[in-house]
């Protein structure tokens, strides 16, 4: 029996926290034993020796010879090398037939196996457990009808998960809010493209935990300012009458005072009571570091101490009830209740909820769990933001506020009006919660220059001072700006988020549209496909030939190398050429007009500047390598491409992947396929309800156990083919 080791990289530095003992309950079965002639020499014979055995050598990698030791330092290296290749789909190379994701799972499986009993870890590939690794998880094999033998059930492993700067900024939302002036944002969060929250992604480091420190002394600083007049103690600033009582050397604190303090710091950090053993240690270590260090310093480390407790940094994850027979354990009613509330708001559960736990009347489970998610859904008193924030990080609209655009160019640009169009129209359509996929990539409705009066209430234009801002969505300039919102944008133009000028902005360049990126978004967020990275060898320029159109320009990219990755971005992106780099609708491109260029000169034979001329518009493109024929095809235009997604049912599941990913904090494995196969039932059944896929997703075994790290690493499956 050994514990769950969480990451070392996982265990904060401060303040001599309670983490280890928190771990110390965590235990695992050890993994079965599995011959390597079984498990592992066939697949090499089979898949691998052909290169690298004993007549080639390929990457000077031979592995006939090996014997699935793991003894020496040499080997485990190698193991680790030949590990990361399956993992990650890369060997064999693509030309070579395919082992099924299952049998090179069993591999990787095997492996980690192998790893642990010889007391050193194998961990994927950090792709895998970042956002955007997802999508190399066989979709095939996720969706098979039926799911591998030994395949383990769907749980997640134990974790501390940190929280997300929203949620720190939350909790100075409230009254602990007033004495947190100068304190600065500790967290950061990916950045670029994709979720932002992924449990895999951050630690405590150091200089992060240099600025936890800062902040939890400028807090409490602010907390108990004082000063002496004539000899007398004198209460100043934001100050708190607990925390009053433990200042005056005069007067030193008794027991009680200080068990009232500690009760009055924990309900404003943690927004809820000291249990007993919290209030003894508390008290312990208040005494204590008031001996050492005198009465104040000593009252404000203690204050400090809790906003520095693991509850307050990390949302703990380790699953406590007894295991079930398959060694998962379920998270505790503390565990899941914080779980469920960080999942649909940033905030820790609300006073309903934490009422329930602190009377013992939220037991963890299925059930329980059920009708917190429903109750919370439905009561529009609680602000749920991380619905729109997944939207926002799935589709990338608003990044549109990042791409400079020149103001000469079109003068009623706004790109943060734009992204706040968006975020209405996506607001309407999970409000009204029918096929909600659906409606995101395919209505015709748009919020136009949309804001709410935050005090009256009342619709308002969102700027004034862009006149003609409307005309990004297809409007006439004569358009007559009205609350009565959604409107209806005009026929055969627009579909859904995509043609969003928001979206179209976010993935265009400064002076042009962008077709790569935006190929590869639909490739990677609706196909579920994978594009290799940009290698840093290869000059990613287009030519510079002003009098050619974006398409033509783009023929650069059909030389064999560049195709390779190419082929799975530009023929998806580019029916947006349909419309400008702004989001308008165009039916013709402006180009550089040689000839009248060339003629603009002065008498002096100094050119004029260049002239444009009108090129006709190609807006065709081709669905491809998506590994469902179904959807294969050339498509005409924009329109036609996402009308065809959107009916797709492997557009559908991707979605359903990426909600799973959002919302589980990591990437999905083969062994959460049932969690995924419910949910995306839940959805369809529902008749495309958003609130039926949540619902399943977050009472799914994956979000509700919690199993040994280390043995889930390895039911990550490779990429698809
Ligand atoms: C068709 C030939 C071929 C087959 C089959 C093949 N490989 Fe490779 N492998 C190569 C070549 C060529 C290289 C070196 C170039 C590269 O890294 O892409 C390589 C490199 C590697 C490396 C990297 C070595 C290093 O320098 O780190 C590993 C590990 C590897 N292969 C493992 C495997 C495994 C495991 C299999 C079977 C599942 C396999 N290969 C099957 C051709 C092959
Ligand atoms: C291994 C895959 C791969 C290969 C090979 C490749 N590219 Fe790319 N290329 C990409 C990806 C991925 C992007 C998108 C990068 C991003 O997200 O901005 C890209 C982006 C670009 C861009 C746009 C750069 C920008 O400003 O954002 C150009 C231009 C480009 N590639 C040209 C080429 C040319 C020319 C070649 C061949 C000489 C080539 N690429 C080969 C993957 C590849």
Not at 11 to 24: D, K, Q, R
Not at 426 to 446: P, Y
Not at 542 to 560: D, S
């Amino acid at each position: 029996m050994g514990s769950w080791p969480l990451p070392r990289k996982l265990v904060p530095l401060i303040a001599g926290m309670v983490l280890a003992s928190a771990l110390s309950h965590v235990h695992a079965a050890e993994p079965p034993a599995t011959d390597f002639n079984v498990a592992v020499r066939p697949f090499l014979a089979q898949h691998c020796t052909k290169c690298h055995g004993e007549r080639k050598q390929a990457g000077k990698l031979a592995l006939h010879q090996l014997d699935g030791s793991l003894t020496s330092e040499k080997s485990r290296e190698t193991w680790a090398r030949i590990a990361e290749k399956l993992w990650l789909g890369e060997m064999p190379p693509e030309d070579e037939p395919r082992p099924s994701p299952h049998a090179s799972g069993r591999v990787v499986s095997w492996l980690t196996a192998e790893f642990a009993r010889a007391g050193h870890k194998l961990t994927p590939p950090p792709s895998l457990e970042l956002p955007g690794g997802g999508n190399r998880v066989s979709h095939e094999a996720l969706f098979a009808a039926s799911t591998t033998p030994g395949t383990p059930p769907p749980a997640t492993a134990a974790r501390l998960w940190r929280v997300s700067p929203q949620i720190y900024d939350e909790l100075l939302r409230g009254e602990l809010g007033k004495n947190a002036r100068g304190v600065t944002q500790p967290f950061s969060a990916l950045t670029g493209e994709g979720f932002k929250d992924f449990a895999g992604a951050f630690t405590v480091d150091e200089p992060t935990t240099g600025l936890l420190l800062r902040n939890a002394d400028a807090i409490v600083a602010a907390q108990t300012r004082f000063s002496y007049e004539a000899g007398k103690f004198k209460p100043a600033g934001n100050t708190m009458r607990e925390f009053m009582a433990l200042l005056d050397t005069n007067a030193p604190p008794t027991d009680v005072q200080l068990r009232a303090a500690i009760e009055r710091q924990f309900k404003l950090v943690l927004r809820r009571s000291a249990t007993a053993e919290e209030q003894e240690r508390f008290l312990s270590f208040a005494r204590k570091t008031m001996a050492d260090a005198g009465q104040v310093t000593g009252a404000r480390t203690t204050l400090a101490a809790v906003l520095l407790l693991p509850e307050a940094i990390f949302r703990s994850e380790l699953g406590a009830g007894e295991p079930d027979a398959h060694g998962r354990r379920m998270l505790s009613s503390t565990e899941l209740a914080a779980a469920l509330s960080f999942a649909l708001t940033d905030r820790p559960p609300d006073r309903a909820l934490q009422t329930a736990l602190d009377k013992g009347q939220f037991a963890a489970s299925r059930e329980a769990g059920e009708r917190e998610v429903r109750r919370i859904l439905a009561d529009d008193t609680l602000a749920k933001p991380r619905i729109l924030r997944f939207s926002r990080e799935f589709f990338g609209y608003h990044l549109a506020t990042e791409v400079f655009k020149d103001d000469k160019e079109n003068k009623d640009h706004e790109a943060r009006v734009l992204v706040s169009d968006t975020d209405r129209l996506v607001e309407f359509i999970v409000a009204q919660d029918r096929d909600v996929l659906g409606e995101l990539l395919t209505t015709r409705k748009a919020f136009v220059n949309f804001a709410v009066d935050f005090k009256k209430k009342t619709p308002k234009r969102a700027t004034e001072n862009k006149k003609n801002f409307h005309v990004a969505y297809g409007l006439p300039a004569d358009w007559q700006w009205t609350a009565e919102q959604p409107v209806e944008l005009p026929a055969g133009q627009r579909a859904g988020i995509l043609t969003q000028p928001s979206w179209l902005v976010a993935f265009s360049m400064n002076f042009d549209n962008h077709p790569i990126t935006r190929g590869k978004w639909v490739r990677e967020r609706l196909l579920g496909g994978t594009v290799p990275d940009l290698p840093i060898t290869v000059d990613a320029q287009l030519p510079n030939t002003p009098e050619q159109t974006l398409r033509q320009r783009l023929e650069v990219t059909k030389a064999e190398y560049c195709w390779q990755c190419h082929q799975r971005m530009n023929p998806l992106g580019l029916p947006f050429e349909q419309f400008d780099h702004f989001g308008r609708f165009r039916t013709t491109e402006r180009v550089q007009d040689k000839e009248a260029t060339a003629a603009n000169v002065d008498n002096k034979g100094k050119s004029r500047g260049p002239v444009f001329k009108e090129a006709p518009l190609d807006t065709r493109g081709v669905i491809a390598l998506t590994g469902d024929i179904r959807l294969d095809g050339d498509v005409t235009d924009p329109l036609a491409l996402i009308q065809k997604l959107a009916g797709s049912e492997r557009v559908r599941l991707v979605f359903v992947r990426h909600a799973f990913r959002y919302w589980m904090g990591r990437n999905e494995t083969l062994a959460d396929a049932p969690v995924l196969k419910a949910a995306d039932r839940a959805y369809v059944e529902s008749g495309g309800s958003f609130k039926a896929l949540l619902v399943s997703l977050l009472t799914s075994d994956a979000f509700l156990y919690r199993v040994n790290p280390s043995s889930r690493a390895a039911s990550v499956s490779t990429a698809p083919p």
